[in-house]
């Protein structure tokens, strides 16, 4: 099947004909799996030099401190679209989105890596079992303290986990059939003549459906590890998305003034109220046009 807009993508990208279009997403994952990989030895950097006295010490915050590098890292990045824009518009008129779109999608890409830190057992890493005990700590399921223990502790996380992420999964799927892969790329953030109005009924339910996938799969990562680390994790991705939200509706309040304000204090960015879980799950079932 054809993804909706990528007609009008591939328009706006000319330096990518035919296959090599796949090189931007594949540039992502690139950058996704660099991000990991550098969260990852951030946190087994005190294991592989326990002589090193203030490594062991800072080894239980090692996994907050790494997440928050690639978070302000990928904010950054995607940053740089909205910031460029009209300068990159001057210098290089229609080819300025195929010039920073590349950023965009390395950093939109780096959340994922966030996500799946938080889907990470800290202490299980190689080589060695954590040097420092709080390490261990932070690292465990929380519902031990619930009472919920062996194999109810691990169904219960597991059935959490794989109901937010199937939920995100199935609202990034319709975010693309609805809206089409060119509104997902921001696209018309460099040609806003070309846009249309979107007025489907999920904008009067959440302001931000495709982000709001994002935050229920980084839930979907919590619930899975249920731990001190997964929580404080899901909470830097959480804050991601917060950041950037902020930064692009700020740009809709100047583009539609006071009508933008009043649909902000109306209808939620992120969630959705429980009186609108019809209207939700309609959209989860959304039909390829």
């Not at 933008?260 to 959209?283: A, C």
Request: charged share 20%; aromatic share 12%; glycine share 8%.
């Amino acid at each position: 099947m054809k993804l909706k807009g990528m007609d009008k993508l591939r328009g706006k990208l000319p330096g990518y004909p035919g296959k090599r279009i796949f090189l931007l997403p594949l540039r992502g994952l690139v950058g996704a799996v660099l991000a990991y990989s550098f969260l990852i030895f951030l946190d087994i950097l005190p294991r592989l030099f326990p002589d090193i006295a203030f490594l062991v010490l800072l080894e239980p915050i090692l996994p907050i401190l790494g997440s928050l590098v690639i978070g302000a890292l990928a904010v950054s990045l995607i940053a740089m679209i909205w910031k460029k824009r009209d300068p990159m518009k001057v210098e290089y008129g229609d080819l300025a989105y195929q010039k920073v779109i590349p950023k965009g999608v390395m950093g939109v890409m780096m959340i994922p890596s966030v996500v799946f830190h938080a889907a990470t057992s800290i202490r299980s890493l190689p080589p060695v079992l954590p040097v420092n005990d709080l390490t261990t700590q932070f690292s465990q399921s929380l519902l031990p303290l619930l009472g919920i223990t062996g194999d109810l502790d691990i169904l219960i996380r597991l059935a959490l986990a794989g109901f937010f992420a199937i939920v995100g999964m199935l609202v990034i799927r319709s975010s693309i059939l609805t809206f089409g892969i060119d509104y997902m790329t921001v696209v018309y953030l460099y040609f806003p003549e070309e846009s249309e109005i979107q007025e489907h009924e999920i904008y009067s339910i959440v302001r931000h459906p495709a982000y709001m996938s994002g935050v229920i799969l980084g839930g979907a990562a919590m619930f899975f590890r249920c731990s001190v680390y997964s929580i404080l994790i899901f909470l830097i991705a959480y804050l991601i998305f917060k950041v950037h939200i902020r930064r692009e509706e700020a740009e809709l309040i100047d583009r539609f003034g006071e009508g933008y304000r009043e649909y902000k204090q109306k209808v939620p960015g992120l969630y959705v109220r429980p009186r609108d879980l019809m209207t939700f799950i309609r959209f989860l079932f959304t039909k390829p046009s």
